[in-house]
């Protein structure tokens, strides 16, 4: 080689070498972590879906039905899928998952495996499938449907065996195999058998192969997915932190399952995507029950719930539970219709419309990652910054001064999640800047609540990340409805902790007709819950009279709200005395309230 060409080559190579690199920070981002599936992004995009429990319960108003019910009971008058698709689409919500098997084990189809279906009832001569009909309302709406088959099981024979494992494939078997697409098949962790009651070996891997072979895009839903996760509370919120990542090595659902504070928050670097699905019913129990017509959430709540799900990286799966005619009641209707017009109107003015957007720094500078992007409609086009820069802010600027109170952020998920604080400023008439809100994760959605803000420009800054951040969509919204900062979650500290062994005892002050009693644990189930207890009246605090003995609160460990339990019949007392047999945390309970209902 000559001088001349060895000099030719050597420019020629570092000009190419110059060109391989910018042509390599002008690639996306390599994925960061673990990554969704292709069926999980979609399933995040649906963002609020309807919960209907029904079955036995709804007849007999119990939440947990003991599996001893007659299939006679279930016997809804004027049931109509259609009725609750219709209000599940104008309400906003892009999928039903239905309570196929509850803790029961009553099958709402002619499950093949089961003597404790519809087929033994007498509803519509025992031909009746609530499967079929509500998957086709879903179908003819435009809606996807979804099955919720409780594992724990308190009808079957089988159950607390092995050979419950393939019932309870097969029951899979005949409920994914035959009402076309399923895109979320929800697995209860929940059982209520105690020390001493049944214990069944789960075969965790048997039910998830069944599923997908079935139906290869669901995303299965469980304490520990893998699909999506429990938040930890029936209240609907998730974590202010919400990773969508999970470690779930050595977890199963139910007692196995991770603290209920990792189910909230998540855990960052998990090693599965396993994101947060917030459940909530829009009543205080899961099934209908008469009583609690006046009990419906209001628009807050709902919006409440809205901001501490959708708002916080988590889907939210909204109950409705139909009544007894098969049909979702008005009130809830109504109040349905009031959240989606709420939120039509929040969201219909983003602030940001006609905004130029600026970064400090853009990947490669190369357009296609350019902060544009942030602001137009497109799901698969983000700003973004060269992998080693984790730390960088982009800077909106408004078409003139604008008043807002929810400042709207999405993560690029199929990426991963990588951003780990945020801090947002919005720049005053002197031009200064000032911090309005900061956050943790921002996930595939997050909403941030602010005081009322008027500005004409708005500086996002990610101030840690652990990769470079890629960002995909924000807004600014008014909420004129709700205002201010909203919390849902907030613990609320009334009431006080029981020592386990005490018995509460509740004076009415004189002999009085009492028709029943109430218990309120602590909110989020603080200092713990009575679970089984007995239940005494007396007249004058010596003699005392068993009302109950070893009866159980239902679901009060996972939905620790006001329990109301009526007595079979009027007594007349003064004094009630409530003996926890069984609490949820060794040492303590929590009450918040404890006396009669007249
Ligand atoms: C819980 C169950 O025990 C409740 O009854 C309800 O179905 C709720 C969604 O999950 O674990």
């Not at 304490?223 to 919400?242: L, Q």
């Not at 998990?270 to 609690?292: C, H, L, M, N, Q």
Request: aromatic share 12%; glycine share 10%; hydrophobic share 35%.
């Amino acid at each position: 080689m000559t001088s001349k060409t060895f000099f030719i080559s050597t420019v020629f190579g570092v000009v190419c070498m110059a060109g391989t690199v910018a042509c390599t920070t002008a690639q996306a981002p390599a994925p960061y972590g673990a990554v969704p599936t292709p069926a999980q992004v979609e399933w995040q995009k649906m963002e609020t879906n309807m919960f209907c429990h029904f079955g036995p319960n709804t007849f007999t108003s119990a939440e947990w039905g003991t599996g001893q019910e007659k299939a006679d009971v279930f016997n809804p008058t004027d049931m109509d899928c259609r009725q609750w698709a219709s209000i599940a689409k104008g309400a906003g919500m892009k999928g039903i998952i239905i309570t196929a098997k509850h803790h029961d084990g009553f099958c709402l189809w002619p499950n093949p495996v089961s003597r404790h279906t519809v087929a033994q009832s007498s509803w519509k001569g025992g031909k009746g499938d609530v499967l079929k009909e509500l998957s086709d309302a879903c179908r003819e709406y435009g809606l996807k449907f979804g099955v919720y088959i409780s594992p724990w099981d308190r009808n079957d024979p089988t159950y607390g065996t092995d050979a419950y494992n393939d019932v309870f494939r097969q029951t899979l078997e005949s409920a994914l195999g035959s009402y076309g697409p399923v895109f979320e098949q929800w697995f209860d962790g929940a059982c209520g058998e105690g020390p001493s009651g049944k214990r069944q070996v789960y075969d965790w891997n048997l039910y998830h192969e069944t599923v997908y072979r079935h139906q290869p895009d669901a995303v299965i839903f469980s304490d520990v997915g893998p699909g999506c996760r429990w938040i930890g509370n029936e209240a609907g919120y998730a974590g202010k932190t919400c990773w969508s990542t999970l470690d779930t090595t050595g977890f199963a659902p139910g007692v196995a399952a991770p603290e209920q504070s990792e189910l909230n928050c998540g855990k960052v670097h998990g090693e599965a995507w396993v994101p947060g699905e917030a459940d909530v019913s829009i009543r205080p129990g899961w099934f209908y029950k008469d009583s609690e017509n006046d009990k419906v959430k209001s628009l807050s709540d709902l919006l409440g719930i809205y901001y501490a799900s959708v708002g916080r990286n988590s889907l939210l799966l909204l109950n409705v539970p139909p009544d007894t005619r098969g049909l979702i009641h008005s009130t809830d209707s109504l109040r349905l219709m009031e959240f989606r017009s709420a939120l039509d109107k929040i969201f219909a003015t983003d602030m940001s419309e006609g905004a130029s957007a600026e970064a400090t720094t853009t990947r490669g500078g190369s357009r296609k990652f350019a902060a544009s992007n942030i602001l137009d409609e497109a799901y698969d086009t983000y700003w973004t910054t060269d992998d080693d820069v984790t730390q960088a802010s982009f800077t909106v600027q408004l078409d003139g001064q604008k008043t807002f109170n929810r400042i709207m952020l999405q993560e690029y998920i199929p990426l991963g999640q990588r951003i780990a604080e945020f801090s947002v400023e919005i720049r005053d008439s002197e031009g200064n800047w000032k911090k309005a809100a900061e956050g943790t994760t921002v996930g595939y959605k997050r909403i941030l609540l602010t005081d009322r803000l008027t500005t004409d420009a708005v500086r996002v800054n990610i101030d840690k990340s652990y990769a470079c951040p890629v960002i995909n969509g924000f807004g600014l919204y008014l909420d004129e409805i709700m205002g201010g900062t909203v919390a849902w979650d907030e613990p609320d500290d009334s009431g006080k902790a029981m020592n386990a062994d005490e018995p509460a005892v509740a004076d009415l002050g004189k002999v009085t007709e009492v028709k029943g009693f109430f218990y309120q644990p602590r909110k989020n189930g603080k200092d713990g819950c009575i679970i089984t207890y007995d239940l005494e009246v007396s007249t004058d605090g010596r003699q005392w009279e068993k009302i109950y003995s070893g009866k159980m609160f239902e679901n009060i460990v996972n939905n620790p709200i006001r329990q109301e339990v009526s007595f079979p019949e009027a007594v007349k007392a003064r004094y009630i005395r409530l003996t926890p047999l069984r609490t949820s945390s060794e040492d303590t309970y929590g009450m918040t309230g404890f006396g009669a209902v007249k």
